[in-house]
């Protein structure tokens, strides 16, 4: 009897106790862990929000560097982002430029919080009281269900065996072919070479093309009437379709016949333009003479360009010296005859064959 009545008394304590001053339990995690506790130390709180926060719960460690510099105190759902309270040791130096990831101390350990610099810059100004590290400098590592899942679909026909043909036939094809393979990358070079020394030529003809779409863009109205009208002309040529085809069926058949005339009379066009080359050669061996002499041809005795000053009509007045002197004509008229001297040898007309017997062979010099 005086056991429960000792029971009772100290129940009753606990809940007078709980009245006065206001406390609550909230499961284990209202006690603080070895080791894990920032109490009687002297702290500052900030705010850090996440998008997922697992399973992290209150009294999490925080840690920076793997050392352990405060304990999350609480976390709530505010405008469906998490938002953890967190105390930080007042001898935590952090920037205010830090950031937080949400980690796991092994694959089945518990879940804490990791603040850091961010890699590649310099911490910049103090982390204070009531600072908050906003959503966008937050993030998590990989969830242990994640890494196994992703391990089990690589193990269990992810793509190993893939990977393995695509490696065997790779092999396959560029063995042997060493060289053949460095002849390419050395054409390859060759044309991104190329490609970068044209480059500039390369982005104005890009916007050469873009004015020209844009012109092309502005004439939309005048392509669209162009268009329009030519579909009267269109259904014409519909309509002469059969036409056009006979035409070009015709034309066909003309061309055959043409060749075979062509075939048939190779020979001889092949002998006739071998027989005009002689001609053609000694034609073009007259040089400028021939051209010259097409001035006096039709204006005999005249050049063509003076014939104008003395033909004025249907009569020509002329007044001229001829000289028909033997010597004269031996020299300057005859001067082509091989011996000008036989000229001197001519009979005289008293001498001379019957003109009017000789063809029957009766006329002899008288």
């Known amino acids: 009897m005086n056991r429960r009545v000792r029971g009772v008394a100290a129940a009753a304590t606990l809940a007078a106790m709980g009245a006065v001053t206001g406390c609550s339990f909230d499961g284990l995690n209202s006690f603080a862990l070895p080791g894990n506790s920032t109490e009687g130390e002297p702290v500052f709180t900030i705010e850090v929000e996440m998008a997922d926060v697992q399973n992290l719960v209150g009294n999490s ?54 603040l850091a610099t961010p890699a590649g810059q310099e911490t910049v100004g103090q982390l204070r009281d009531g600072d908050v590290i906003p959503l966008s400098r937050t993030s998590r590592f990989p969830e242990t269900e994640s890494v196994l899942s992703t391990l089990s679909l690589l193990l269990n026909g992810g793509g190993l065996q893939q990977i393995r043909t695509i490696t065997r036939e790779s092999n396959a094809a560029l063995g042997g072919n060493e060289e053949e393979i460095n002849a390419l990358f050395g054409r390859v070079a060759t044309f991104v070479d190329g490609l970068d020394s044209q480059r500039q030529d390369i982005v104005r003809a890009i916007d050469s093309l873009d004015r020209l779409s844009g012109e092309l863009a502005s004439q939309t109205g005048t392509i669209d009437r162009a268009v329009t009208s030519i579909q009267p002309a269109l259904e014409v040529l519909d309509d002469q379709q059969q036409l056009l085809r006979d035409m070009l069926g015709s034309v066909g058949s003309a061309a055959a016949v043409a060749n075979e005339a062509l075939d048939a009379s190779k020979d001889d066009l092949t002998a006739n333009l071998a027989n005009l080359a002689p001609t053609l050669t000694e034609l073009a061996a007259t040089g400028s003479t021939l051209a010259n002499s097409l001035i006096i041809a039709g204006t005999i005795p005249f050049p063509v360009t003076t014939a104008a000053n ?5 009569y020509i007045n002329l007044f001229m010296n001829l000289d028909i002197s033997i010597p004269t004509l031996q020299n300057d008229v005859l001067g082509s005859i091989p011996d000008p001297a036989s000229l001197l040898g001519i009979r005289t007309a008293t001498g001379a064959v019957d003109p009017l017997l000789a063809p029957v062979g009766g006329g002899e010099p008288r």
């Open 61 to 114: 460690e925080v840690k920076a560097g793997n050392v352990t510099i405060g304990t999350v105190r609480s976390v709530r759902v505010d405008s469906s982002i998490a938002v953890l309270t967190v105390d930080l040791r007042q001898d935590a130096h952090l920037g205010s430029n830090s950031t937080a990831t949400l980690a796991q101390k092994s694959l089945l350990g518990a879940q804490y919080l990791e």
């Open 310 to 314: 003395t033909i004025r009509g249907d």
